[in-house]
């Protein structure tokens, strides 16, 4: 009977992304309160099959950190952080557009993967709770994430962000007072500090003989060592997902004008234990690539190399919605 009903599951998830399937779907459009369209078997077969954690409830009851843990770093590693979500239909933007394609391709924005994210935990039995962030250098809150309660010990607090730019592969538990503990990953050293606001702000080690921009905003920790700021959350502005879903729906729309690198293509992957990222917009189209000491290289790509490194690195990635991506100059804005 489970066989059965994982594949009824299955077949609801993954399905093709016809325009009639996309019209059933009902659209997001900012409403005050809408459930995010996941069912509780949906979370259990999504965990168990596309994040390979067996027994999640199980682990939950015996142990909800390392099952928290276990799903950010997942989630993280099986997901590719992308705006390609934003293209499969000109202004449209909506949850089920964004569950489909991350089952289906693995890719997502912060908006769709968090989202998801959010709704498994909440089946699971985590309380949780979405937040703005915004990042560095930008004006506008753009991006989503997660808090999650009460894992360790009532009052306990976890910063769960499954797509971000800076790829976070843990849970980071919010019990230190001004600064965290410091980090390390394959792709950056980094800690985070308790801010004004109630705000927390992610920041990665200054890079040992690296320039940075003017515009780089440092902060000092107790020890006197400099960090630069990535992105900072609030962690108390109510309605996150409702204003992100909203706003972005806006910004396909052309109907709020933004930060210009909200508007264009950007892909990152994790490869050979260095962080890929790859921008394009209508004059160019940039890979870079950082390793863990935050040492960055920079090379400029054609359409002709860009299809390459897709086909060859992230086969869930169909060349048929690539070509959508190029034919629209790589700016999923509609006029």
């Not at 168990?48 to 009851?61: D, H, Q, V, Y």
């Not at 590719?80 to 991350?102: M, Q, R, W």
């Amino acid at each position: 009977m489970m066989r059965n009903v994982c594949q009824f599951v299955r077949r609801k998830l993954i399905g093709t992304l016809s325009l009639s399937i996309v019209r059933y779907f009902h659209q997001y459009e900012g409403t005050a309160r809408m459930p995010y369209p996941l069912t509780k078997d949906e979370a259990n077969f999504i965990t168990e099959t596309f994040l390979g954690i067996p027994r999640p409830l199980s682990l939950f009851k015996k142990n909800p950190e390392e099952l928290l843990t276990k799903i950010a770093e997942r989630m993280q590693y099986g997901v590719h952080f992308s705006t390609a979500p934003c293209y499969v239909i000109p202004g449209v933007i909506n949850d089920n557009i964004g569950k489909e394609i991350l089952l289906e391709m693995k890719l997502g924005t912060c908006i769709s993967t968090n989202s998801i994210t959010k709704a498994i935990l909440d089946h699971l039995g985590y309380r949780t709770m979405a937040i703005l962030g915004r990042d560095r250098g930008s004006t506008f809150d753009t991006h989503l994430s997660n808090i999650v309660y009460d894992v360790t010990h009532p009052g306990s607090q976890h910063l769960v962000d499954t797509a971000s730019a800076y790829f976070l592969t843990r849970a980071i538990p919010l019990n230190f007072t001004s600064e965290s503990p410091i980090y390390h990953s394959t792709t950056m050293t980094y800690r985070f500090f308790k801010g004004e606001e109630k705000s927390l702000v992610w920041c990665g080690r200054v890079p040992e003989g690296r320039t940075l921009p003017a515009e780089a905003e440092l902060i000092t920790d107790s020890s006197g060592e400099q960090w630069f700021r990535l992105l900072t959350y609030w962690l108390e502005k109510p309605n996150a997902r409702v204003y992100m879903n909203d706003f972005m729906n806006k910004i396909v729309r052309g109907q709020v004008t933004t930060d210009p690198v909200l508007r264009y293509f950007f892909l990152d992957v994790h490869l050979d234990g260095k962080m890929v990222c790859i921008s394009a917009d209508d004059k160019a189209i940039t890979m870079k690539t950082r390793d863990s000491n935050g040492i960055v290289k920079k090379q400029t790509m054609t359409e002709e190399d860009l299809k390459y490194f897709i086909d060859r690195n992230v086969p869930s990635f169909p060349q048929s919605l690539l070509q959508k991506i190029i034919d629209a100059k790589f700016c999923y804005v509609t006029p």
